[in-house]
């Protein structure tokens, strides 16, 4: 018999395995018909459910390819990050170097990248020190000391002034009113464990050198009830330069530096001077740095082995299984690896021919597609001893660079849409300039700054400061050198690149270091302005280069920015190019300045295609999985629409059963009374012919 019931608590609900068969709140009991209703429900739905079950694998292998994908998206990414090791324009890690000093107690050395690999010997006469003198002594830190004004400077730097009044007129009162002066000059109290008299004011340069003396302008009063006039006549400590001599011949110099770091010595060597002693000769030894260089290489060739790998594992067949891989058949997966392997093999156009591929330094391709590299061939090319093949060689053969035929412009950065090989003629019609402010009055053979003339508004590069000149007494040259040490110093100022200068006829100029319609200097105001020569809102600006290039006889536009000449975005080879212009007006004659030829190495080339695949908004890689879920989202739809379809039939299928089994139900109470009934005709039909 069947009864309508919720399914929730009915202990009479069939089991089944279809999608949603219980959620009808139909149950039978077969208790009417016979029939095993589930089974037949089952098997009428069969068909529909497989359907189901197939769009889901469907939906899982689909998956599994898009996370499969996004482990490619990530060894591509590492592979990237390696190949941009070697891409780099400049300070290639190809073209880092190793200095070694053969005597690390007094020198020690570095080597920017690309210095030129050489031995280089010389003697350390001096080290830099910075200018020590010290006070008499006296009982204790809080002695004492008369009043008055204190003045101290470091070499030509401004001097610096220091009221000694009733709140700090002890000796620890005077170290701390130096200190608190940025003058250059630290002060310290000091105790040399004498028994009587022991404390002493030691005052230090701030800055080493010969021409860095502390000198003291002291009018402090003389001794009186008890308070003692310090004096500083105790040269601690000379101030000294450093000094190094190269040779020992009649043709042997020395170079003086007032910092113990020598820059510029040898060509990109740092040398750091720690002690120094004239019997001794040092050497230092610039070389390639092989490890770092092969390190990098062998990154960059593991991590595309990898990714190899992968493609390969993906795209077998096992036939014990009969299980594919998951890249097996997959065009994406193929083309991606395809790309990369042409970018590897490529000949890098503009390098000599032994060093124009990869197999020239001992890299080369395997029947698997995967890299193998010839260690000691590739040891040789990096430290220069490969025939044929500079150091420099292998840094062009990775990365992207340019050269150029005149000093006066030089390779700056190409971006992915220059092309690379054909030759650039630079064309400059116009030099950049900076701005140059000359003061319109002379300054006078003496000049006295006080409280009335002593601040000066200007103008740097759009960024304004106002400096205050030390007062006393000065010369054109002195006043120069303080107001370039006063704008040094100036924290809104001291960021901005400016030279002050003096010309032939004592006019002050204003020259600000950089290049460009942003190159400005303005004189603002202030009271000093006068004495300076100069009339508020006086102003110079800049200009910057202008000019085009021509490839193949076809002049492509730029636009100047400062020294930077660029190509525009539109133009067909020189997009993104951009060359630094450092000729002068003077220099600047008509036709072609320079010729630069961009090289993209192997490194640099193969970053562009996986930028292709990379790309977060428009890359390969984002659009095959965007592909992927596309085709996930859509099966998912199916998925849906189909078990709201199938539960719609089953709820159908349960429904007519249970009218059915409710039919027969009827009929079978029906035929039961009929039975009855005809039981009881018969038994009176029977009773009746008895009696008669």
Same mark, same amino acid.
Do not use: C, W
């Given at each position: ?21 219980n ?5 039978f ?5 016979g ?13 529909d ?15 599994n390819?898009?996370?499969a ?17 070697l ?13 070694? @000093? ?16 050489g ?26 000391i008369?009043?008055?004004?204190f ?10 002034s220091i009221t000694?009044?009733?709140? +700090? ?12 002066l ?12 004498? %028994? ?13 050198g010969?021409?860095n003396?502390?000198?003291?302008t002291?009018n402090?009063?003389a ?5 003692v =006039?310090?004096t ?10 450093a ?28 040398? +750091?001077?720690? $002690? ?10 610039v070389?390639?740095?092989?490890k770092?260089?092969?390190?990098a ?25 009969g ?6 058949? +997959? ?10 392997? +042409?970018? *590897? ?6 390098l ?8 020239a ?34 840094a062009?053969l990775?990365? *992207? @660079? ?23 003629q630079?064309?400059v ?18 000049i006295?700054?006080d409280?009335?003339?002593?601040t ?5 590069d759009?960024k304004?400061?106002?400096?205050t000149l ?12 303080? *107001? ?17 200068g ?8 204003l020259? @600000? ?9 303005t004189?603002?105001? $202030? ?10 809102g006086?102003?110079a600006g800049?200009?910057?280069v ?6 193949n006889?076809?002049t ?9 000449? @660029?190509?525009?975005?539109t ?21 072609s300045a320079?010729t ?8 640099? $080339? ?6 292709s695949f990379?790309?977060?908004?428009n890359g ?24 709201? %379809?199938?539960?719609?039939r089953?709820q159908?299928l349960l ?5 059915l ?6 009929l079978k109470?029906v ?14 039909t029977?009773?009746?012919?008895n =009696?008669?």
């Amino acid at each position: 018999m069947a009864s309508v019931s919720p399914v929730s608590g009915s202990s009479t609900t069939p089991t089944s395995s279809l999608i949603g068969l219980n959620t009808s709140g139909i149950s039978f009991t077969g208790l009417s018909s016979g029939l095993d209703t589930n089974s037949i429900v089952q098997g009428l739905l069969a068909v529909d459910q497989a359907k189901i079950a197939q769009l889901t694998n469907n939906q899982k292998k689909i998956t599994n390819e898009q996370t499969a994908f996004k482990g490619i998206e990530a060894q591509l990414l590492a592979l990237q990050n390696n190949a941009g090791r070697l891409a780099s324009t400049f300070n290639s890690v190809i073209d880092t170097r190793t200095a070694t @000093s053969s005597n690390t107690d007094l020198v020690t050395a570095s080597a920017s990248s690309g210095a030129p690999p050489g031995v280089y010997s010389f003697k350390v006469n001096s080290i830099a020190q910075p200018s020590q003198i010290a006070s008499q002594g006296f009982a204790s830190a809080t002695s004492a000391i008369t009043l008055g004004t204190f003045q101290f400077q470091v070499g030509s730097g401004a001097a610096s002034s220091i009221t000694i009044d009733n709140t +700090n007129n002890t000796l620890q009162g005077l170290a701390d009113a130096i200190n608190n002066l940025t003058g250059g000059v630290t002060a310290s109290v000091v105790n040399d464990g004498s %028994a009587t008299q022991p404390y002493h004011i030691l005052l230090s340069s701030n800055k080493s050198g010969a021409a860095n003396a502390i000198t003291i302008t002291n009018n402090l009063a003389a001794d009186s009830g008890g308070a003692v =006039k310090p004096t500083f006549t105790t040269i601690v400590q000379a101030p000294t330069d450093a000094s190094i001599t190269l040779g020992s011949g009649a043709g042997a110099f020395t170079i003086t530096s007032p910092t113990n770091q020598l820059n510029g010595a040898f060509n990109g060597v740092t040398l +750091n001077l720690l $002690g120094a002693d004239t019997t001794k000769t040092v050497t230092v030894t610039v070389a390639s740095d092989t490890k770092t260089s092969t390190k990098a290489v062998q990154d960059f060739v593991q991590s595309y082995n990898d990714f190899i790998d992968t493609i390969n594992t993906g795209s077998t067949f096992d036939q014990q299984t009969g299980t594919a891989g998951i890249f097996l058949g +997959n065009q994406n997966a193929s083309q991606i690896a395809n790309s990369l392997t +042409n970018s *590897l093999s490529a000949v890098v156009i503009g390098l000599q021919t032994q060093a124009n591929r990869l197999s020239a330094i001992g890299i080369t391709l395997n029947d698997h597609g995967k890299l193998d590299i010839d260690q000691t061939k590739l040891t040789q090319a990096i430290s220069g001893q490969l025939p044929g093949v500079a150091a420099g060689d292998v840094a062009r053969l990775f990365s *992207l @660079s340019g050269k150029s035929n005149n000093s006066g412009v030089t390779f700056v950065f190409a971006g992915d849409k220059t092309k690379s090989g054909n030759p650039v003629q630079v064309n400059v019609t116009q030099a950049a300039t900076q701005a140059n402010l000359a003061a319109s009055n002379a300054l006078s053979n003496s000049i006295t700054i006080d409280a009335t003339n002593n601040t000066f508004g200007l103008t740097v590069d759009g960024k304004p400061g106002t400096i205050t000149l030390a007062q006393g007494s000065y010369t054109p040259q002195t006043l120069v050198t303080e *107001l370039q040490n006063e704008i040094a110093g100036n924290t809104s100022l001291s960021a901005t690149k400016i030279r002050v200068g003096l010309d032939s006829t004592n006019h002050v100029t204003l020259t @600000s270091q950089s290049y460009g319609s942003n190159s400005n200097v303005t004189a603002s105001g $202030g009271s000093a302005l006068g004495v300076l020569g100069y009339t508020a809102g006086a102003s110079a600006g800049g200009q910057n280069v202008a000019g085009n290039f021509v490839v193949n006889g076809v002049t492509e536009s730029a636009q100047g920015n400062g020294q930077i000449l @660029s190509g525009i975005s539109t133009s067909g080879n020189t997009s993104g190019l951009q060359v630094r212009v450092s000729l002068t007006a003077s220099q600047i004659t008509p036709g072609s300045a320079a010729t630069v030829t961009v090289t993209r190495g192997i490194a640099s $080339g193969l970053n562009q295609v996986l930028n292709s695949f990379l790309n977060p908004v428009n890359g390969r890689l984002k659009s095959i999985d965007q592909s992927f879920q596309d085709n996930v989202d859509s099966i998912q739809k199916s998925i849906d629409f189909q078990t709201v %379809a199938l539960n719609a039939r089953q709820q159908s299928l349960l429904l007519q059963f249970a009218n059915l089994e409710a039919t027969i139900s009827q009929l079978k109470t029906v035929g039961n009374f009929l039975t009855q009934q005809f039981a009881i005709t018969q038994s009176s039909t029977g009773s009746s012919s008895n =009696k008669l």
